[in-house]
């Protein structure tokens, strides 16, 4: 089992809906979180770091639960430059990063 | 001029070769990463280093080697490569916060 789990997807949406893609890791020591997002054939770029309290970015909301070990990344009012993989990063307790596997986004007119 | 490039972006080689891929960054970052990527799998870390004399395995280091040859520079070695390390190889650095990535480097192995 990884580390770090995601829904492959893909998920296809139409503009201006909202999706919503959840994450779940199993190293409770874990100590930052984050979501990346990769355009095909192109390297990964950080979307938004995740907060303990939850944490917005414009139409982007990040949400964190220790508890259950859980991360989710919500989009509001879709576009179709969202079009991408999403990819959940959990940073160890050394700076050790490590990647879900992603979860394909389809926004389609 | 990209903050991190890697060398070669596109690889061809045959199994049993020895693959070397270079990574150097501008940002001035002591913390460098290698990761590949397959369908499916995402991202899995190979190799970290967070200064010139450290060394860290990942989650799939077996068949890998590095060399941090300065703060700028972190290399991957591939000393006899086997067609199943057919990937997508990227350089990251890191600021203690964000993971900054190269344009990856495509290599296979026949």
């Known amino acids: 089992r990884k580390e770090v789990e995601q829904d492959p997807g893909p998920f296809n949406v139409p503009e201006g809906a909202t999706v919503a893609f959840n994450c779940t890791y199993s190293?409770?020591?874990?100590?930052?979180f984050f979501w990346y997002r990769q355009d095909c054939r192109k390297e990964p770029k950080l979307l938004m770091s995740?907060?303990?309290s939850g944490n917005e970015d414009g139409r982007f909301t990040a949400q964190l639960n220790r508890a259950s070990q859980y991360i989710s990344l919500l989009i509001r009012d879709s576009k179709l430059s969202d079009s991408a993989t999403y990819l959940c990063?959990?940073?160890?307790?050394?700076?050790?990063?490590?990647f879900g596997a992603g979860t394909r986004l389809t926004v389609k007119p | 001029d990209a903050d991190v490039t890697q060398t070669p972006r596109n690889r061809i080689t045959k199994t049993g070769k020895r693959i070397m891929l270079e990574c150097s960054q501008t940002?001035?970052?002591?913390?460098m990463y290698w990761y590949r990527q397959d369908p499916g799998l995402g991202l899995q870390l190979i190799y970290y280093?967070?200064?010139?004399?450290?060394?860290n395995k990942g989650e799939i280091s077996d068949g890998y080697s590095v060399s941090r040859q300065a703060q700028a520079k972190f290399s991957l070695s591939l000393e006899s490569a086997i067609p199943n390390q057919t990937a997508l190889y990227f350089c990251?650095?890191?600021?203690?916060?964000?993971?900054?990535f190269g344009e990856g480097s495509r290599l296979t192995v026949l």
């Open positions: 990251a650095t890191s600021d203690n916060r964000e993971l900054f």
């Open positions: 190293n409770s020591a874990s100590q930052s």
């Open positions: 995740v907060y303990s």
């Open positions: 990063v959990v940073n160890r307790n050394n700076n050790d990063m490590r």
């Open positions: 940002k001035g970052h002591d913390r």
């Open positions: 280093s967070f200064d010139v004399k450290d060394i």
